[in-house]
């Protein structure tokens, strides 16, 4: 029911004004909120796709590594690939001879000839230095460009040259006398000690005096051999003469020359084993003769015999070389 005088219509206006006002403030206090939680929202959507294209970045970067790294790996394949396909190539060699003869120069451009124009080979050694007959080897150089290779040679070292003798043509020796002939002659051969395989093609008899040829022969180890005839001439001495006979031709085979004394001095021996006697052939010169007839240089060369020397001037006999030892000095 209307109050008389009052404006019921303005009321009504006013309530209406702040309805209004009150609406709006209630809608701008939810739209404040949803802009905060907007921010929120937009601020955690970029920090995730921030981290995917860093993940991204980093799976990309990992990847190009391995892929630089697998390129130069297949890289250095290839190029060992290559370098072994053009060492195959450029180093084969054509084997052309195998065949090494003892004491000869040595060049390997006589053995082995590349395949490959342009190709050169080496070898460090001018000699094989060879101390028996069969297979040696010997590594050389092949060389093409910047590339090079070692490889090996089988050779077969033999031996053409027949063994030398050298030694008199003539030699002297006493009635009964084994000899010896290593005590006469060397061998000259590549083949070491060939002296103690001499033989003689006929009996070398002592037994009664003369002169008498005997053949001499040797054979070294690839067959090679040669001969030499000499004559022997066997001379009947005894006692002091045949032991002076003995150390005089001795002194002559190792010194290469006569002694210069005439009168040689045995002083025979009975108290020490072994020992036949001394025998003075020089002033500075003493042989000891064993009991089976062999010499041997007493003191060593060069040494002080001056005492020994006079103690078998003293005690022994003397023998004139130019009385009975003829052909043995």
């Keep these: 029911m209307a109050v008389p005088g009052k404006n019921n219509s303005g009321k009504t206006d006013k309530n209406t004004a702040d309805k209004k006002v009150s609406t709006q403030s209630a809608n701008t206090a939810k739209s404040g909120n949803k802009g905060t939680a907007g921010t929120k929202s937009s601020s955690k959507s970029n920090a995730a796709k921030k981290a995917r294209q860093e993940a991204i970045r980093r799976r990309n970067k990992k990847r190009a590594r391995i892929t630089i790294v697998m390129a130069v790996v297949v890289g250095i394949a290839f190029a060992g690939i290559i370098t072994m396909i053009m060492r195959a190539r450029y180093f084969r060699v054509a084997k052309t001879n195998a065949e090494y003869v003892m004491g000869t120069r040595f060049d390997i451009t006589n053995y082995i000839t590349p395949e490959s124009e342009g190709t ?22 092949l060389k093409r460009g910047k ?5 090996t040679l089988t050779v077969e070292v033999v031996d053409k040259d027949s063994p030398m003798f050298v030694g008199p043509d003539d030699i002297y020796v006493v009635t009964g006398e084994e000899i010896k002939w290593s005590d006469y002659y060397t061998i000259k051969d590549s083949q070491p000690d060939l002296e103690e395989k001499i033989t003689c093609g006929n009996k070398a008899d002592t037994s009664e005096a003369g002169t008498r040829t005997v053949s001499l022969s040797v054979v070294d180890w690839s067959g090679n051999n040669n001969s030499k005839e000499v004559k022997m001439h066997v001379i009947d001495l005894q006692g002091d003469d045949a032991i002076a006979a003995k150390a005089v031709r001795n002194y002559k ?55 020994k020397a006079d103690e078998i001037m003293a005690k022994g006999s003397a023998v004139n070389k130019y009385d009975r030892l003829y052909g043995f000095y």
Aim: charged share 30%.
């Design 253 to 307: 085979l190792k010194e290469g020359s006569s002694t210069g004394a005439a009168n040689i001095y045995v002083m025979d021996v009975t108290e020490e084993a072994g020992i036949a006697a001394y025998v003075l052939v020089d002033s500075d010169v003493i042989y000891t003769v064993a009991d089976d007839g062999t010499c041997s240089r007493y003191g060593d060369e060069g040494s002080d015999v001056t005492d």
């Design 147 to 151: 590339l090079s290779t070692k490889k």
């Design 120 to 141: 050169e080979v080496y070898c460090d050694i001018d000699y094989i230095d060879a101390d028996h007959v069969g297979s040696y080897d010997v590594e050389y150089t």
